[in-house]
């Protein structure tokens, strides 16, 4: 186990030889092993992430103050003469590695960006939880994603998907998707928007309050009977009751069907659309 | 680095399992040579193909194959004992003819004896419906297995496969609450209340849900279990949902859910 | 290391036979893509994973839970594909008629790791792939398709692993001569 603490602006020396730190405001962490599985967790209290996968075997974390005196570079003042700072832990990010599994918590202190490139292979586990956006681009892995307060925009990626807003969209396009895993994307108050390979199978279990569903006319989607069935019923006319069926779930088989696949938006609408 | 030893380090090249040494030294060897670098080049392009290729899915029978066979060997398995125990009968079996003949007798009476006590009324009834026991306890051992997962994929699989137990599986339904309650991702902890449906006859529900949806933190989890109620038609949580809709702490669309379950619940 | 596939088959070896549903659940899949590779029939790959897990189930208490259990299950899996390809002998296959069914390939959407492939057709591929010998064509399935380690793979083929890395780079050759001869058949 490496663990250490960066506190931005500060050249300080990291306490181990495998890790750099290339620039003040950024940071490389191998995975230990690399013919294991790779996992990056990341935690962000105030702000945002973009996650991407590159050509590489490290993990490389740069960090963006939001709204300092220089944006894009944190510099903390420095200390008055024949003082020095002691550095809270808090005010940076707490990055640790093990078991080749990289953990990033941040934004505890300060609102931040957070650009991290990992190997494309990576599993993700991602949540922020104040007023920030978070986006993964390029990844083949498990990916899971939870946004309190902004969008959630995963694009560009294989494997499967976990993603939830609270407030937000939800953007998952899906290049390839690992057979026989179930994946579920969901929101409060946001468009679920998902983008499906043609040849995806799965069983689609769509449900909306407010929302419409709308799906892609290329894609082979079988809804089941029970699904098409009209939400409202009047028969009061005929001396019958008018009722509002429950169940606003809608269920299918796209490419006669597989793992299930769960779409829940409350006043939101979902569109699934074909690669 | 020779032409002939880089190219016994290609696959791990490919692989990204070489070591730094290792890589550095190929590396190094790439950059003085044009062939190795053009063939790394090349094969490496097909390399990264071959992930591309479509991939086959086995049909859905090949699972409730393996739990048939799974089943049937288990039975098998516990029928064995029996077997040996024959076996002791027949190294119990007297080598002289008088005393063979006084055992068999006594075994003839004894055989009669017990098979007029257990015949069943029909033979294959009990092996299927132990089959069946069997299938359902091996649904309930991966459904388990799989909520406890480190991935939340796995643990969104288990709880899949909790519709597939029996409602009466009370193991089951104390991993579901679990995962309502603790589960780390929201996704899995939605698909867990949803899966809390088929279990809505168990004494206790009520009482379970009504204690959970304080606990959440995300909002479309608490409106699911409010869902639930209604759908259970628990009406006796009519009081704590009309508190729930008083709460000012909690999400406004939480308390229109709840209004709208008072009203629906009547 | 509770749950990990060698403490299981450590425990169905000990009598839990019902924990192999949980190795069927984690390997099937990747089983049935062996054999659909090695065969092109889905039918008798089906019969061989079934196989390969009843097979599991009789030689349960002779696995060692010190060994990989991926190395010993798809040690057994070669066994089976065997026994099954001498009871099959003269059998006729429809290959053909079983390529023609499958998905296209070239319809799969590329994934994020193309941006460094210039090799578009994956059919083409694909026919390169079969074409090769059985044992090239079985290394590069275990070695890219399955991911396995290769100190792995030198268990399942009984071979040091250092023969393994320089049979996957000339599996690796043949496939790329087998590629480009049917890309100048196409294009001529």
């Known amino acids: 186990m490496n663990r250490f603490s960066i506190v931005l602006g500060l050249a300080s020396t990291l306490g181990t030889l495998l890790v750099g730190q290339d620039t003040p405001d950024r940071v490389t962490v191998p995975f230990r092993d690399a013919a294991k599985a790779r996992t990056l967790v990341v935690v962000v209290v105030n702000g945002g992430m973009t996650i991407r996968g590159y050509d590489g075997k490290d993990a490389i974390i740069e960090a963006n103050s939001r709204g300092g005196p220089s944006r894009g570079r944190l510099r903390l003042p420095s200390a008055p003469p024949g003082m020095h700072r002691i550095d809270n832990q808090n005010s940076g990010l707490d990055i640790s590695e093990k078991d080749n599994v990289v953990t990033v918590n941040g934004g505890i202190m300060h609102s931040v960006d957070l650009l991290i490139q990992v190997p494309i292979q990576t599993s993700l586990k991602l949540k922020t939880l104040n007023g920030g956006h978070l986006t993964v681009e390029n990844i083949s892995g498990e990916i899971e994603a939870e946004n309190t307060n902004g969008a959630v925009t995963i694009t560009n990626v294989s494997g499967s998907v976990l993603a939830n807003s609270m407030n937000g969209r939800v953007t998952v396009s899906l290049d390839r998707v690992t057979p026989d895993k179930s994946m579920s994307f969901s929101t409060m108050n946001g468009i679920i928007d998902v983008t499906l390979p043609a040849d995806v199978k799965a069983r689609l279990k769509m449900k909306t309050d407010n929302g419409e569903i709308y799906l892609d006319d290329g894609f082979d989607v079988k809804l089941d009977a029970s699904s098409r069935a009209p939400v409202v019923s009047d028969r009061r006319s005929s001396g019958g009751r008018y009722r509002v069926r429950l169940d606003r779930t809608t269920y299918g088989d796209i490419n006669g069907g597989g793992p299930e696949m769960q779409f829940t938006t409350y006043n939101g609408s979902i569109l699934i659309h074909k690669k | ?266 | 290391m509770n749950g990990t596939d060698n403490a299981l088959m450590a425990q169905v070896g000990a009598g839990e036979v019902a924990k192999l549903a949980v190795l069927f659940e984690r390997h099937h899949g990747a089983l049935f893509r062996y054999f659909v590779s090695m065969n092109r029939n889905r039918e008798w790959s089906e019969d061989l994973v079934q196989d390969v897990f009843f097979r599991m189930l009789r030689y349960r208490t002779s696995y060692d839970s010190k060994q990989s259990f991926t190395a010993w299950m798809y040690q057994i899996a070669r066994n089976t594909n065997v026994d099954h390809a001498h009871k099959r002998r003269g059998e006729v296959v429809g290959i053909e008629e079983f390529t023609e069914r499958r998905p296209e390939p070239a319809s799969s959407a590329p994934g994020p790791e193309e941006s460094a492939v210039r090799v578009q057709d994956l059919a083409l591929l694909k026919r390169a792939l079969d074409r090769l010998p059985s044992d090239k064509k079985e290394i590069l399935i275990l070695s890219r398709f399955q991911e396995m380690k290769y100190e792995d793979i030198a268990v399942v083929l009984g071979c040091e692993a250092g023969t393994v890395k320089v049979r996957v780079y000339r599996a690796m050759r043949a496939l790329e001569e087998i590629y480009f001869t049917l890309a100048g058949e196409k294009a001529s």
């Open chain 2, 1 to 266: 680095m020779t032409c002939e030893e880089a190219k016994t380090l290609l696959s791990e090249y490919w692989s990204q399992t070489l070591d730094e040494t290792r890589e550095l030294a190929f590396d190094a060897h790439l950059a003085g040579c044009e062939t190795c670098r053009a063939e790394t080049e090349r094969l490496g392009v097909l390399w990264k193909s071959l992930a591309l290729l479509p991939v086959e899915e086995p049909s859905a029978n090949l699972r409730g194959r393996f739990y048939e066979t799974l089943g049937a060997f288990r039975q098998g398995l516990e029928s064995a004992p029996r077997r040996s125990l024959r076996e002791k009968i027949v190294s119990f079996w007297p080598r002289q003819p008088a005393w063979q003949m006084a055992v068999s007798f006594a075994l003839l009476v004894l055989g009669v004896g017990v098979g007029y006590e257990i015949r069943p009324e029909k033979q294959e009834q009990p092996e299927v419906a132990q089959l069946r026991g069997e299938v359902s306890n091996m649904r309930q051992l991966v459904a388990l297995s799989l909520m406890q997962q480190q991935s939340a994929g796995e643990r969104l699989r288990g709880v899949g496969w909790a519709y597939q137990v029996e409602p009466s599986d009370t193991e089951v339904l104390s991993a579901l609450l679990k995962a309502v309650n603790q589960d780390s991702s929201v996704n899995v902890r939605l698909a867990a209340a949803d899966a809390l449906h088929a279990f809505g006859a168990s004494p206790g529900m009520r009482k379970a849900i009504l204690e959970a949806i304080p606990k959440q933190s995300a909002p479309l989890v608490q409106i699911a279990l409010i869902d639930l109620l209604v759908d259970l038609k628990k009406k006796e949580a009519t009081p704590d949902l009309r508190a729930l809709a008083a709460d000012q702490a909690v999400h406004a669309g939480v308390r229109q859910r709840a209004t709208w379950a008072v009203e629906k619940l009547q």
